[in-house]
Every structure is written in structure tokens, then in C-alpha cells.
């Protein structure tokens, strides 16, 4: 069943990419589309057979591959990384749905797009060191050709600039997998046969120090997060969808399962400087979004501090701000996709991004009224406001980490209020007032700019009434998880 989500895209990809025969932009984008649903109908249907009472890893898939190095083919899903799989589906549909239906050289844009897909879902589903970096990194060139060769302007800086920063990262996480097999003197790189705690405390800090800037470079957390605005900004509407939606969750998700999961003490040891490394991103992307005239960016700026929250629910570790984290990740995907839709139909539309050149963009008559709306719709579920995923997110997550780092928690709330004022900037200056002369006798706004936009408002809604459809899948794997961390955490405190 999981291999099954994995050769789908590969499949469609090749498919689209060696047909004999000339593919037209809008076959090249039907197929994969019908690909894609039947990746993400595929995964709602594991969900359907998943046991959200089991902790250990269902579905597992375990084949001999290289033998020499000790890596073996191990699949598995828990309820870590089973919403994150449903979300890549999702996103990776919505993504291609938006794709302009005459799009150039389509054939290797969808096969790229696919090819993302099959190594984002990979990564979440290896339960092997070496394979999450094969899957890890196999995401990367797709990614840096999306960019290069589909993106704006400037799409040769910023697509050299995240192939740059994302091969460090990848070069620091495989020398933390390397040390952590053989100096735990494993016989493997699987997950089950890692034993790490008899490693030292200085060894398990050398290691984890290098978890941490690798997959910080991913999320991406202060100082390692120039590349994201410049990437964003260049990249196209569909790909930013996936890349913020997706792929920054990767380095998310390997923080909490290669880093709090398999290295407990170090992390217990450091969880006060993570909680306080926390705060720095959040407040720092919040205060650069204030200042950008760029929507875009101002979105792509919002990314960073919202993804600081995760960090700060992890360095507390306790089940329910590692609940909170889980489900921040899943609402940030669905939110910042939505924002970035609705800000590409905004320039598609008029032409511009610009903060000071657009206004008046609610005008009924002659302006964006619907996108205007589901702006707003999105714009209140990024900072909070309650009956939207993004409020029960946030009030778990800082609910549980409340606990153990008051401060810290206190001044990351402050993100919060922060939010609200740079998104009420953006939706004052470009929606509200009398229409910009600049930006008259727009273009009809068709359905189908509209329907990706309003699937995830509604989704988002329905997350926020009722949370416990996704909670009901990852709570006792959290649990789990973070019960030994945070038996950890608690004896370093009392030391």
C-alpha cells in the first residue's frame, strides 16, 4: 500500500515525460492531474484503513537492498507523518489544477511536479536514515529546475540560492545519520535497530547540533531563512503552493523524528535555547513581513514565524504542545497555500504585487470580490481567529508549552498579534479604499481561479469546528512519542 503512493508519480511522470507521441500543455496537465487525485484518493483511502489506537508503524514494508552499507528498503506510516502524506496529495492536485493549461514545455514541468511528489511522500514514509536522505534529496532537483526555469525574473539567483543552502542542509544531515549509526555501532540504518542512548552526551549533542542546522535550513529558522523569500518570490504560483504548503515541513518533521525522538538527552539538554531560538524566528519573521510592500513576500515572511511555533512546541515537549506542532504544520500548509493562490491570481489579474500600487480590490463592480473575500478568509485564519484551523493549532501548541517554558511561549504569542497587524496591512492596502487608477478594467476572474482557493477555505473551516477529525489520527502516537522525551526533560530540569 505505501510503495503504491510512491510508483503512482513516478509512473505518471515517466509517462508524461517518454510518451512517443506529442502531448499538448492541456493533455500534459489532464493526465497529471488524474494521476494526482488517484495519489490523494489513495492516501485517504490508507487513512481509512489506519488504526489510530496502534503506536508502531502500520502498513510497514521492509525489503534487503544494499546489503553492504546496511540499507534496506523499510516503509511505514504513523500518525506523524499519515497527515502530512494526505497533505502532499492534496496540495500536489491543487498545485497542478492551478497550473496555467498552456504552460511551456509541460511535459517535463508535470513530470517534475510528480517527481516532487514522490520524494516529498517518500521522506515521510522511510523508516530508514539513508533512504529519508535518498527521498530527502530526490526532491531537491525537481524543485531547483521549477524554479530556474519557470520562475520570474531573477529565477537563476534564487533557484542557485536554495540549491546551495539545501545541499548543506543535506550534507549536514547525512554526517549526523553516518555518525549516529556508527558510533551507536548499528548494524543497519533502520530506525528499529538505532541505539542511541548509550552514546555519551557530548556525542549525542554533536550529533543532534547537526540535526538541528540541517533541518533548520529546511524550515527555515533564523539565521538560515534567506533563501525562502527570494525563492518564493520567484518561484510560480503552483510551485510556491507546494513549497511552503509541502516541502518545509520536511524539516518540521525531521526535527521531531530524527531529533526529539531518537535523541532525547541532548534534546532535553537543549530544549531551553530551542525555546528561545523559537521566539527569535517567530518575532523576527513577523517583524520582516511588516516591512515588506511585496504580498508575496509578506506571505513568504509569515512562513518563517509560523514555523517557529513548531520548534517551540518541540523543545517542550509535552504531548500536547507535540499535538499543537503536528497540527500547526498541517494548518500552515493549508493556510500559506491558500494565501499563495489567492495572491498569484491577485498579479495574474492586476498585474502587480505591489502593495503601493494596488488598492480597492473588494470593488464589487470592477475589482476582485470573491478573491477580496477569501483573502480576508485567510488572512483571519493565519492569525488566529477562532472557528478556523489556525486558532485551535496555535491555542494547543502554546497551551502545551505554556508549562514548561512561560516566557518563552508568552513572547512567541506575541507572533500572533503580529500577524494580524502585517495581513491586515496587506488586506487595507490592496482591497480597501477607492480602486487604483493603475490597475483598472481588470480581467474576468473565471471559477476555476476561484475553486483551489475556496476547497482549502472550506477544509480550513471544518478543521477549525472540528479539530478532532485530525486529532484523532496522530494523538496517540504523539504520546508516545514524547513520553520518554519528556521524562528526560523533566530529570535535566531537576538537575
Partial sequence: MLSTLILLPLIGAAFIGFYPAGITAKIARLVALIFSVIIFVWSIFLATQFNPGEIAQQFAESLPWVDAIGLNYNLGVDGLSLPLIILNGLLTCIAIYSSDESQQRPRFYYSLILLLSAGVTGAFLAQDLLLFFLFYELELIPLYLLIAIWGGAKRGYAATKFLIYTAFSGIVILASFLGMVWLSGSPSFGLATLNLQSLSLGTQLLLLGGILVGFGVKIPLVPFHTWLPDAHVEASTPISVLLAGVL????????????????????????????TWAVVSVL????????????????????????????????????????????????????????????????????????????????????????????????????????????????????????????????????????????????????????????????????????????????????????????????????????????????????
Avoid at 255 to 274: E, T, V
Avoid at 299 to 324: D, E, F, K, Q
Fill in 248 to 275: 518545509l515541513k520536511l524539516g518540521t518533521y525531521g526535527l521531531l523524528r530524527f531529533g526529539m525522538d531518537l535523541l532525547p538527552d541532548a534534546w532535553a539538554y537543549l530544549a531551553p535555547w530551542l525555546a
Fill in 284 to 495: 523576527f519573521g513577523a517583524s520582516c513581513a511588516i516591512a515588506q510592500t511585496d504580498m508575496k513576500k509578506m506571505v513568504a515572511y509569515s512562513s518563517i514565524g509560523h514555523m517557529g511555533y513548531v520548534l517551540l512546541a518541540a523543545a517542550a515537549s509535552t504531548p500536547l504542545s507535540v499535538l499543537g506542532a503536528v497540527m500547526q504544520m498541517i494548518s500552515h500548509g493549508l493556510i500559506s497555500a491558500m494565501l499563495f493562490l489567492l495572491v498569484g491570481v491577485v498579479y495574474k489579474k492586476a498585474g502587480s504585487r505591489d502593495l503601493d500600487v494596488l488598492r480597492g480590490l473588494l470593488n464589487p463592480e470592477r475589482g476582485l470580490p470573491v478573491i477580496g473575500s477569501l483573502m480576508i478568509v485567510g488572512v483571519m485564519a493565519s492569525a488566529g481567529i477562532p472557528g478556523m484551523v489556525g486558532f485551535i493549532s496555535e491555542f494547543i501548541l502554546f497551551r502545551g508549552s505554556f508549562a514548561v517554558f512561560p516566557v518563552q511561549t508568552l513572547l512567541a504569542m506575541l507572533g500572533t498579534g503580529l500577524t494580524a497587524v502585517y495581513f491586515l496591512i496587506l488586506v487595507n492596502r490592496a482591497f480597501f479604499g477607492r480602486l487604483s487608477a493603475a490597475v483598472t478594467n481588470l480581467p474576468p476572474v473565471y471559477w476555476s481561479d476561484r475553486i483551489p482557493a475556496i476547497i482549502l477555505a472550506v477544509i480550513i473551516v471544518i478543521f477549525g469546528i472540528q479539530p478532532n477529525w485530525l486529532v484523532h489520527y496522530t494523538e496517540a502516537t504523539i504520546t508516545t512519542m514524547v513520553k520518554t522525551n519528556n521524562h528526560h526533560l523533566v530529570a535535566n530540569r531537576e538537575l
